[in-house]
Structures are given as structure tokens and as C-alpha cells.
């Protein structure tokens, strides 16, 4: 019933599964590394050999061309290669549930054909981010394009006609609804699909806690996740025998900031496995994600599977999973002041954190484990079925 068509995303083999497991995946179609197109049982049946070498030619090209590298995505040929491709060889199912950014072109067949196009919108509407991205990026003018923090001009024109083109979008949090239905888009267009976590990877450990108060990040170390306003708050508070872990990548704007406060209190401890992360989320005491612009924030969830309680933005998913449920801290965006706060508050009260993050497990799950996710798939799929006639 369903073919799906991948992209970039954190949560492409979750939906697999979801709807494969469901018994409504007919077709997927693999974007990377290679085009390839897989059974409703994970067969493969479809392959494009060239692929591989044509997305990494088009890439080494984009490079050493910096005028179109300034005003279209470095992906841009790797996607309508993945689109022309699915487009060409593809026989549609009667739904088709696209990755946003990558199927444009497929999308119009689609519409020819009768199909429905079912839009997974895995980022905010690109007005909000780019107004945040321009803004912030103020203070680093001359690494825009090397980190793509501002979508280029082409690209989101793309992205602007898949949305017209779609005949119902998923987004992942009421946050990033709101960045659509502010630019414009219907609100009954929109769904709101959250994610779920794998509780056999991230779950509490009987591993004995540090006596020290432990402060945990995970994630991209970048701007655009708050990192600047959290090491600023927390190297101004100074709490006695209390460390910030940072676990992540580094964004090359981020290097020297990141390099000037690491230090006695504040450790870096460079990019971990699933395995090595379910173990820094159980020695810590709080995790923190300060994101200035997230559509969910996978990172809430496994620390929360974990048993810790977050501090965590409203520019993410937060405040549909805490809000409510003595579980986490809701701040605003932008402010290190905020974060001081949420930070100061959690260490004066440490005894209780304990009992917050057995609440927050069982809040996951009760809510958000794979198959809480699948429920809501299905149900999703019952719902289109009984709106547009489906068998």
C-alpha cells in the first residue's frame, strides 16, 4: 500500500519499521549510499550501480563551483538524481510518503497519477529557520555556507513546492507546526506524528551515581543548538563540585568558543556510540538541550528512557513531552539567564531528581517506545484510509 521514499533524517529505519511491521510497507527506496529499491519483506528487487560514483562526482563539482554553491544545497544533485531515478524506474503505489526535500519531481507524478503524497517534514518550515539561522549567523559571516546553517535560495524554493504539492504533511512536535502554519500552510494539512525511542538500546542502568552533579549535552556542538548561551551560563554559576559533559561533533565555528572554556568543570568528550551515550545518560544527574531550533530533539527522549530528567527549550519537542508531567524544565530559547536558572534550580534540588527520572521512564514508556510510534502510524494510515477512500 505504502512505498517509501527516504532522505536525510535521524528516523528513517524507525518509520521502516513502523510500517513495515504494520503490514502496510510495499516498496522502500533507499537514498544513501545507494539507490535501491526493497521489498515489503526487505528483498531487494531494484539497484542503480552508478550511483555511488555519480552522487560523489556531483559533490566533488559543487565544491570547486562556489557561485552555485551559494545558492543551492550540496545535495542538490545527489537528490534529483535519487529523484529522477525513483521517478523513472518506480511504478507508485497508491501512497507514497516522501522524505521533504528529495521527490519533487516524483511528487508531480504522483499527483498525475491519482496517488496520495504523504510529505515527512523532519525540520521547521525553512521562513522560521532561516530568520533564526541569518540572525544568529551575524557573529560567524564567514563560515554560512561551509555549515549550511542558512538553506540556500534554490533549495528553498524546492522545499516550498513540495509542500504545495503534498496532499498531507507530518511534522514531528507542535513547535514545528506552528513554523508552518505561520508561513502560511493549512492547518489541516498538518499531522502531528511524534517519535519514539529504542527502549532496548537507552534505559536505566544500576550503575552507582557520581557524587558529583553532573550536567549533560548531547548533540551537535553548534549554534544553532544553544551551545554559546549554555557554556556561558554555566561557567557563571560556578556550582561547587558540579561538571558539564559535552558529547557530540564540532561545528568548526564552534572550535575556538569550545576551546576557551573546556576546562576543570567543563569536558569535552568528543562523539559516542548508542552503547557509550546509554552510559553517560545514566552517570548523569540532568540533561540539557538548550536548541534554539529543533522540530523534535530525539535527544529528550533518550535521555528520558534513561531515567533523567531534561532541561530542554521550547523551540523543540519538550513541551509536548514534559508539559504537565513532573518529569522536566521547559525554558525559553536564546537566554543564558534561563538556562542559569534551570541549572540552579536542579542542583538545589538533587535528592529529587532521582524520582523524576523513574517518572520520566515510565512516562517513555507509556508514550513513546517503537511501538507506541507504530500505533500512531497505524493510526494515521486508518484515518487516511477513512478521508480519502483507500482500501
Known amino acids: 500500500m505504502v512505498t517509501l521514499l527516504t532522505g536525510p533524517g535521524v528516523h528513517i529505519s524507525l518509520l521502516r519499521w513502523a510500517l513495515q511491521e504494520a503490514g502496510y510497507l510495499n516498496r522502500m527506496v533507499s537514498y544513501f549510499p545507494d539507490w535501491e529499491v526493497w521489498d515489503g519483506h526487505g528483498q531487494r528487487v531494484d539497484t542503480f550501480r552508478p550511483y555511488r560514483w555519480l552522487t560523489w562526482a556531483r559533490w566533488a563539482v559543487w565544491r570547486r ?3 552555485i554553491g551559494s545558492q543551492e544545497h550540496p545535495r542538490a544533485w ?9 521517478r523513472r524506474r518506480m ?3 497508491p ?3 516522501a522524505w521533504w526535500g528529495t521527490s519533487l519531481y516524483t511528487m508531480r ?3 498525475r497519477e491519482g496517488r496520495l503524497f504523504l510529505l515527512e517534514a523532519h525540520t521547521c518550515h525553512p521562513k522560521t529557520w532561516n530568520a533564526i539561522a541569518t540572525s544568529l549567523y551575524q557573529e560567524y559571516p564567514s563560515k554560512n555556507k561551509a555549515n549550511l546553517a542558512i538553506l540556500p535560495p534554490n533549495y528553498v524554493t524546492r522545499l516550498k513546492a513540495e509542500l504545495k504539492e503534498a496532499d498531507k504533511i507530518q511534522v514531528l512536535a507542535s513547535f514545528a507546526k506552528c513554523t508552518f502554519i505561520e508561513a502560511g500552510i493549512p492547518e489541516e494539512k498538518l499531522y502531528l506524528l511524534p517519535l519514539g525511542v529504542d527502549t532496548t538500546i537507552f534505559y536505566p542502568e544500576p550503575i552507582q551515581q557520581a557524587e558529583k552533579f553532573i550536567v549533560l549535552y548531547v548533540g551537535r556542538i553548534h549554534p544553532l543548538k544553544g551551545i554559546p548561551y549554555l557554556l556561558e551560563s554555566f561557567s557563571y554559576l560556578r556550582l561547587p563540585n558540579a561538571e558539564l559533559w559535552l558529547i557530540g561533533s564540532v561545528s568548526r565555528e564552534m572550535q575556538p568558543l569550545l576551546n576557551r572554556y573546556v576546562g576543570d568543570s567543563i569536558r569535552y568528550l568528543g ?3 548508542d552503547m557509550e551515550l546509554r552510559t553517560y545518560y545514566n552517570q548523569a544527574s540532568v540533561v540539557v538541550f538548550p536548541t534554539l531550533l529543533d522540530s523534535f530533539g530525539m535527544v529528550i527522549l533518550e535521555a528520558m528512557a534513561c531515567g533523567k530528567p531534561v532541561i ?3 523551540h523543540s519537542a519538550a513541551p509536548d513531552i514534559i508539559s504537565g508531567n513532573n518529569i522536566g524544565f521547559l525554558m525559553p530559547p536564546f537566554s543564558s539567564e534561563a538556562i542559569a536558572e534551570a541549572l540552579e534550580k536542579t542542583y538545589l534540588m538533587r535528592d529529587d531528581l532521582v524520582e523524576m527520572g523513574r517518572a520520566a521512564y515510565q512516562h517513555i514508556l507509556s508514550h513513546y517506545t517503537p511501538y ?3 500505533q500512531r502510524v497505524v493510526d494515521y494510515i486508518h484515518l487516511l484510509k477513512g478521508a480519502y477512500g483507500l482500501a
Open 91 to 93: 511504478s507508485l503505489s
Open 271 to 273: 562523539a559516542q556510540s
Open 372 to 374: 507506541a510510534y507504530q
Open 65 to 67: 563551483l562556489p557561485r
Open 109 to 111: 507524478k504522483a499527483r
Open 95 to 97: 501512497v507514497l510518503w
Open 312 to 314: 530542554a527549550t521550547t
Open 78 to 86: 545527489h537528490f534529483a538524481l535519487y529523484n529522477w531515478l525513483t
